[in-house]
């Protein structure tokens, strides 16, 4: 006979995309939760992403798990959050000779994860992009999309709480409690008024992306995330309708994101030892404005409206240059094996794939529990994120 869910509290730590997608996977199977977040939703990284919806068609070749991953929960973000995003598509654009030649492995690539992509003339390229480079080569069209990231977060939090999630922004966990052989709690700090609370939980899962290292050092475990930093700069006008990508490898000044009225340019990377204060390294942003010209030529006569790096919280044991040679992959830790029953992380992935991440570490946490609950997230419709304030 399983365990009943509702016997359970269970502690989410992070309310970006993947603390936002867990509590609503937790609440939907009956689990009492609580989300703390240190900040408003989708303070951190998620909040100063790309606000891109890959299709995958940027790892297709150097990183087939995370494409395959983008790709399978771009479809199922499609179903369940249909108000929420914008399907403009994105062009793989060819710009010089080596990217033309990348053509044919991108595109097997592409079909080996299940990415859908068509091959463009130049022609046609310009035809669906006026402001494209006239010199452009070719492109492939994939299923790129864009959303909103707070909006992002709270269509989850929204469904979550009108399942009984209770939502605690403002509250920095500064102690995860032990009890004899298992977790007990938090302690989390109000951070407007220094106010220290206890409370208890049976289940605390870490997903506090490029800080899960430091929460969960907190417990005396360890995660290895390496917190790597990307710049982007916003210019204040929407050069194009669809996401631009350059058909190579993923590396500096590659893509331009249309955000509302807005292009968002990006992205360099390299490795920091925190994800708060990350200083910008000379010369990145003029590098991501020339680099994504060669693209859109009319970036060059935009002044940057801002700019901004956060960190991504990439897996690995060792830094490894820039971190581009890191996979975009997510992995769950559980904590047993140090002698903290009840302690779970889950980080890594994108912003895309929160929902199937948040999968992963439920099903664990009702393994842990003996709770007999399937997930239903693939089919369940998320409630509009105006809701949340209701």
């Known amino acids: 006979m399983s365990a009943a869910s509702q016997d359970f509290h269970v502690m989410v730590i992070g309310a970006g995309s993947t603390g936002a997608a867990t509590a609503h996977d937790l609440a939907l199977r009956g689990f009492r939760v609580t989300v703390v977040e240190r900040g408003e939703v989708a303070s951190g990284t998620t909040g100063r992403n790309h606000c891109l919806l890959h299709s995958g068609a940027r790892y297709a070749v150097n990183d087939p ?50 990415i859908p992509a068509r091959p463009l003339t130049a022609r046609q390229a310009l035809a669906l992009e006026p402001n494209l480079n006239p010199a452009i080569r070719g492109a492939v069209r994939v299923p790129d999309g864009v959303f909103e990231p707070f909006r992002f977060c709270l269509h989850f939090l929204a469904t979550a ?68 930093a990307g710049v982007m700069v916003s210019i204040p006008q929407r050069l194009s309708r669809m996401v631009i990508n350059r058909l190579c490898l993923p590396g500096d000044g590659d893509i331009i994101v249309p955000q509302r009225l807005t292009s968002l340019l990006g992205t ?36 940057p409206r801002g700019v901004w790096a956060a960190a991504r919280p990439l897996i690995g044991s060792a830094r490894l240059g820039d971190g581009r040679g890191l996979s975009r992959t997510f992995e769950c830790f559980d904590h047993a094996r140090e002698g903290l029953p009840g302690f779970l992380t889950i980080t890594g992935g994108k912003t895309v794939t929160a929902r199937v991440m948040a999968e992963k570490v439920v099903d664990l946490v009702c393994a842990r529990t003996g709770v007999a609950a399937a997930c239903r997230t693939r089919e369940v419709p998320l409630r509009s994120y105006r809701e949340f304030y209701r």
């Not at 009890?179 to 008024?193: C, L, N, S």
């Not at 990350?278 to 859109?296: C, K, N, Y």
């Open 65 to 114: 798990t995370a494409a395959q991953e983008c790709i399978e929960e771009n479809l199922v973000l499609r179903r369940i959050m249909a108000g929420g995003l914008e399907l403009n598509d994105g062009l793989m654009v060819a710009v010089d000779e080596r990217d033309e030649a990348f053509e044919p492995a991108f595109l097997q690539g592409c079909a080996a994860a299940g």
């Open 161 to 228: 709480q009108a399942n009984g999630a209770a939502i605690k922004t403002y509250s920095e966990v500064v102690e995860i409690e032990r009890g004899p052989g298992a977790i007990k709690g938090v302690a989390v700090r109000d951070t407007r008024t220094g106010k220290v609370e206890h409370i208890g939980a049976d289940i605390v899962i870490n997903a506090a992306g490029p800080w899960s290292g430091k929460v969960a050092a907190l417990a005396g475990c360890d995660v290895p995330v390496l917190p790597t």
């Open 268 to 303: 360099s990377s390299w490795p920091v030892d925190g994800a708060d204060a990350i200083d910008i390294p000379a010369g990145h942003v003029q590098r991501m404005l020339d680099l994504t010209a060669q693209m859109l030529p009319a970036v060059k006569s935009c002044p």
